[in-house]
Each structure stands twice: as C-alpha cells, then as structure tokens.
C-alpha cells in the first residue's frame, strides 16, 4: 500500500519563507555592461556557438516560464528579454530587490570579471538584510601580480628574472596572508579546475624549483611575445599556489579556519571535464585536514563523489550551487537525492552562482524552493525523515551552515518574503511521471518512426564504418528504465585493422560503453531501421580517442575562442557492376562508358531503363529526404560511373554525422539495384580519382567589421597552409589515397599552395571566408579530418597568427609553374609522397606545436603503420580489389 498522505504545510512554510546565506556568488554588472553578456547564459554555462541551440533546452524552458510568470509578459523567450530590458530601464533596483528578495547575505567572488565591469562587493549591500562578504579567487590574485612583474619586466630587463620570480612568490604569500587577516574577507576560491585539473599532487611532491622555472618562461615568453601572459595554464605553478593558500589558512590565528572553496564539475568548455570531478581532491583534503574545503556545484555530474568526500572528510563540506537552475527539475531533484543518499545534511551549503544578472539569483531561489519540496515531501511521506527533522534540514542548509562555517555571526534569522512561482503538483508517483513528461522529442520521433531496428555506428580509425543492430523492443526497455540506451563494445574497436586485427599496443581487454547520440537520428538505410552514431565512455567518463569526443573537444576550445564553422562535404563515389573473376571469387567491373565525363547531361539519357544506375538514383533521393537529409545538387563526375552528391553545409559535428549517414544510404541503395559503390581514390590509373571534398567557413563573434572578418579568416586559412603536410596523414590516409594525388587533374596536386577560385590548388578560396579543402578523400574518417583542419586554424589565431597572405594567391597549376615563379608565389614545400612520410609529418608537427591530441595521434600513426604494413605484401590490383570491397 502506498503511504498515507500527511500535511506538510508546516515544511512547506519554512522553504519559502526561510532566509539563504548565498556561500558562493559573483558581483553583478553595471549598467553601462549588461549588454556586453548574452542573456540566453542566465540557465546556461554554454557560450558561443553552443549557447543559441540551448534554447531548446529543459533549463532554458523553465526558466522562461518562471520569469514570465514574475514579469507577468507571455511565456516565451523573446517577451522575456523585452520585459527585462524594460524593467532595466524603468527601475532596475526594483527589479534587482526583488530577484535577491530572501537572500539574507551574498558571499562573493569577485575575481570573475574585471573590476571596472561589475560592482563592488559592499555595493550589493543595499538588496541584503546582512552585509555582504568577499571571498579571494587566488588566481586573480595571483594573475595581477606576475601581470606587474611581466610589464615591469618588458620595460626594464636589468633586473634579474630570478628576482622577479622571488618577488612573486613573496607577494603572492603576502597578499594571501592579509586576506587571512582580513575580517571583509570571509574565504579564498580556487578554479584550478578549469586551469589544470582538480588532479593536484602532494604538497611535499610540488617542487618549488621547477615552479620557478614556469614563472621564469612565463616572463621571458611575455617579453619576447611568444607568449604573452594572459590566463595562469601552469600545472605546478597553480598547484603550488593551492597548497601556500592552503598553508595561509591553516597557519592564521585562532582556532577558526576561513574555508577554501573549489570549483569542481559543472562550468563551461573550458574544463577538461575529465579532471573535474572532486573525487581527484583526496589527496589535497589529506595534505590539509584543518582547513575547511568547500566543493562547489554539486561536483555535478560527479554528486555522489562529493557526498562521499563530504562525508568522510570532517573538513570538507559539499555545495549543491549552481546547479540551480543550469539542470532541468528531474536532474536538481536527483542531485539533491544523491547528496542526502550518504551525505550529513550539516555538511551541505547552498549558493545561487548568482553572477552578471539579478535574473540568475531569482532563477535559483525559486527553483531549490520547489525542488527541495518536491524531495523532502517525498522523504517525509516515504517515512525516511519527520517533517521536523526536514524543516531542520532546510534551516541547515539553506542557513545555519553556512553562518558557522564562515563565522558570520549573523543572529537568527526571522522569516522572509521570497519569490515563489508554484511547482507542477506532484503526488507520490510524481518524480517517475515527471521522467516521462521531460524526455526529449526523441521519443516522439522514435514512435512516428516505429523502427524495428536501431542502428548503433561509429566509424574507427582505419574510417570503417562499424555497426550494431539492436531489436527496438530492446532500445525501448532500456528507456523506459534508464531514460537512455547504450551498448558495450570492446575498448580494442578503437584500435583494429579492417581484418579485426589489434594494432601493436592494443589489446582485446576491457569495454566501453557507447553512449548513443539522440541528435544524430536518421531514417534508414532501409525500411524498419533508424541509425545513431554516438560517443564512447570509460566509467562514465569521456574517452578522449573517441572520434566524436575528439572533435567535439576541439569546437569547444573553438568556441571559446569566439569561433563558429559551416562545413559542406562533397559525396564523390564510383558505381561498379557485380560479377566474378577467373576464380569465382567477387569481383567488380566498370560501368559501360557511355560518353562519361563531368557535368554531361548524355550520361543521365537512360535515366528509368530497367537495369541502368540511374534507376537507382531516385531512390537514394527518397531516401535522403526521409533522413532529412538536405542536398545541394547530383551531376555526373569524370570519371566511368563516377557521381557526386552536395551536401547543405551544416555546423561541424552534424555536417560528419550527416555524411556519412548519407554514404550509407547511398551503398545500401545501390546494392539493391545490384551495384557496389565504392569510393576508392583512384579506382582507374587513367581516371580522375575520388574525394570528398571539404567546403568551410569561418565566423568569430569578435569581428566587428568587414576587415575584422578578413582578418579572422585569413589566420585560420593560414594555419590550415602550416599544417597541411600534417594534415594529409589524416585526410590522405590510405596508401592509395597517393595515388590520386597527381598533378593537372583537379585533385589538389603535390604542391602545398593556395587559390582563389583555382581548382589545381589543394585549398581554393572560393568567395571571402567560404574555402574549399580539396587534399581529402573518401578513406578518410571525417570527425578526424575536420579535426585536423580545424586545429590547424585554431592554431593560428590563437598561437602563431600565420595569414594566408604568408603565401602568394596563385593563379595557375603550380605544377606548372617554372621555379622563379613559384618561388615569388613562395610555393617552396610538396606534400609527403605517401602515407609513411605524411604520418612522420604528422608525428613531426604534433611534437612541435601539440596542434592536435598527443594521445590521439599515437593511436592514430600506430594504426595507420601497422596497416601499411598489412597492405604492403598485396600486389597493386589486390590491393585495389581489396579496398574496394571494404570502401
């Protein structure tokens, strides 16, 4: 039988109406700033690029709804931002009280921003019933004093880098030792997270020697412009910062320790999330056990790591901030769960996060009001807590554990009056039915679908294309009882040949779980199955060899950059006929040649004759357009049987995703009509060869002019230039992908130069920021290669600032050229000549500059060489046969 329902109005009472010390918040902008931030960040800690696709979100949703409720204008984003842009101007103080209405004290880092954008500390003060307090972020602190010291340096070098380095050191120690001293200041905030790692090594294993040798390159880096200071990204240097912070603390008078707050989980791209979960703390909870840390954000998604901690720590206390309201209702209702599951209720703090906008205060109130109603209604009615043990729960948390834990002094509270927008009602069954009311569309589109199968892909290192085909009844059990669906696959699919055998190093131990991507859904390839790629874990961690993981990695280092891309592929393909050799063994023959050549309408004449390709060819359309595939055009290439396909130019991860769901639409088609397609890079010795053909742009949200624009995309396009014999090894990454690399065939050539509008040029430019990369074959596994090319330009705007203009446009066919011209071109370097040389290049290049993931271009060389090695005993037609048959 359920429980009996029991009156709660008493608890309910006390959550609404009882006072929040905010243990950790940020200052708010000034007026003249608050345009300056994308209000869309208020439920978000996704920025550039990513930041619009959140307004599909679950947190962005109930967040509109609450604000709207408050500002009384309609429930959507749009009426949202013209109301608070209306109370900004009629009465923002107003507007502000009442977003920090019940908030009894604000504890703020105010290291965020610079001091010029945001108000002071006491300034906030005026919206409080107790005065506000400072908390340090070291790392501000430490950032100003090697800024002095670097400038110091630039302007006077007769002072010794050594000594600048000890001067450093000494007030860094100085400054932390007033702040101790400082009754304002009431703890200290490290986000060595998003600087290192939370990986910190003991403090007697941190070696102030080598220390000084970071400070020592940071300052000559700074003077010679290699590397102007901006962010401290220096392991030992921020680990060693922690540890004197902490020492500070510990070594302050009286017996009460100002606590020592860590970011940990949930923030923004600039994390590796990896190192992010508080568990990688122990050891520096161990080497400081009388100084009070504080683990922040719920440690989310890494909850139950901070509870534990917490809970077998007596200095260290857990903050479930932030979290509230960047997750949605279900994820804030099972981070509190999580907390409580283990967890002492008087070692848990709660904090807004609040920063920038007021709306982010009142976002946060609002929400763990109702969220802690929803969980401790349950736990009540379940018979796991009295009502007077979770009224004394939410005094603690919301109150009185924070009041002790920074010596605030602050007399007991009386009640307040918060903000409140009610909560859906929910009775016992509630958190499973709000599950199902909160699962995203594709449910929906899985119903419309009604697929017998799912098609579970990824595409490895050798770029084959790998699969699973699970029942749905199987895909929707796990739904139902998870909320998602994965499959476990061998940790050596990241490590085969295409004969399934382990490359050196790899071995047949250990399995991730690959979690599938919802996103990538696609119709097909054939009727009753829908297809997902997705990205592989490891304990629920990301696996950073994972082809999705790796360039997902890379455009959120873009997007910090500001940086956003369009990428368009070309679908190049040959169409063979089925037959068999001498042997009886399958074989393949070319298309009759019918006068085949580029663009020629002759070859489509016989387009709906029984038996022709081209019978095909409407097909494959109806197939695209099921998948919601979107194309640009389909014309015959030059070529026998050799066609392309144009894709619409779609945002990275999808444009990959998008291809090659598209090949496999393509295959499956055309060997249902009795064909084999194959995209070989040089099937005939005598034909043109077969690509896939990058097409790309590049925008920054920094350009503010058509000069800035220019600018932005002639660095990027350079870079791509200095890497590209790199590049090749990843884009060229078959033995025969060399052999269509030849000169006056349109296929890019051997010479490493550039074009506008030249198709004999390996990068054409073809209108302002819109560059077509034409080194990159069908063999190619695209997530690497867009990888690739893109770090390539990333490289360049934010390390070596090479333009494009480094070398001249050239006009011609290189090949062509005579020597004197192509030296004034500065046409100097030819690409490897096969796939060995390209990957010392790429080994070469990543040593140098570190352009791309170490890890993943091990991974990669020793794959591709050992698959050298596989294919060098065939002779040229075996190995022609051979790839066919498995491209």
Known sequence: MPPQEKNLDELDRVIDTWPIIDNHAHPLLKAEYLDKYSLLSIASEAHGDALPDHKSSLPHLRATSQLATLLGCDNSWDHVEAAIQHVRKTDPEAWTRRCLAGIETLLLDDGLDGPGEVHGYAWHDRFTRSKCKRIVRIETVAQDIIRTHCAQYLQDQTRSIPDHVEQIFSQFQQAIKQAVEDPEVVGFKSIICYRSGLDISRRASVDKKSVATELAAILEGHANGAAPFQKLRHSRLNQLLVH????????????????????????????????????HLQDFIRDHPSVPIVLLHGGYPWTREMGYLATHYANVYADIGEVFPMVSRHGQESILRQIL?????????????????????????????????????????????????????????????????????????????????????????????????????????????????????????????????????????????????????????????????????????????????????????????????????????????????????????????????????????????????????????????DGHAWGMSRVLADWGRDGSFRTAVDEIMDALDHADISIEAFHPESAPGQYEIVLSALPPMEACDTLLHARQIIESVVARHDFRVTLHPKPFPRACGTATHMHLSVTSKNDGSKADAERTYKLFYGGIMDHMAAILAVTYPSPASYERMVDSFWAGGRWITWGTQNKEAPLRQCEGSHWEFKTMDGLANPYFAVTAVLSAGLDSILRTKTSVDNWGDCKGDPAKLSDLERKELRITKMFPANLPEALRALEKDQAATGFLSRDFVERYVTVKDAEVGLLSGLSDEERRTWIIARY
Not at 455 to 480: F, I
Request: hydrophobic share 40%; aromatic share 10%.
């Open 341 to 593: 599951e283990l967890c002492p209720w008087t070692k848990v703090l709660w904090s807004t996060d609040g920063h920038w906008f007021p709306e982010t205060y009142v976002l946060a109130t609002i929400q763990a009001r109702n969220v802690f109603k929803s969980v401790l209604g349950d736990l009540v009615h379940l018979g796991d807590l009295s009502q007077a043990q979770a009224i004394q729960l939410v005094k603690d948390v919301f109150f009185n554990n924070s009041n002790k834990l920074y010596d605030l002094h602050i007399e007991s509270p009386g009640a307040v009056q918060a903000p409140t927008v009610a909560a859906q009602h929910t009775d016992l069954t509630g958190s499973v039915a709000l599950c199902h009311t909160e699962r995203p569309s594709f449910i929906q589109q899985l119903r419309n679908l009604g697929p017998k199968w799912l098609r579970v892909y990824w595409h490895d290192y050798t770029s084959s294309a790998r699969c699973m085909l699970v029942p749905m009844g199987k895909v929707w059990k796990s739904l139902e009882r998870d909320g998602q669906f994965s499959v476990a696959i061998t940790k050596a699919s990241l490590g085969i040949l295409q004969v399934d055998m382990c490359a050196p190093g790899v071995t047949g131990t250990g399995m991730y779980r690959f979690n599938v991507d919802w996103t990538t859904m696609k119709a097909g390839p054939v009727t009753d199955h829908v297809s997902c790629f997705g990205h592989f874990t490891d304990d629920g961690a990301e696996v950073p060899l994972c082809p999705r993981t790796l360039l997902r990695n890379t455009l959120r280092q873009a997007a910090g950059a500001g940086l956003s891309f369009l990428i368009g592929f070309e679908i190049e393909f040959v169409v063979m006929q089925r037959t068999t050799n001498s042997s009886g063994n399958d074989a393949y023959q070319t298309l009759p040649n």
């Open 244 to 279: 004197v912070t902490a020492s500070a603390i510990a070594e302050g008078e009286g017996q009460k320790k100002k606590p020592f707050q860590f970011h940990t989980g949930l923030g923004d791209n600039d994390i590796t999330l990896t190192r992010s979960s508080p568990s």
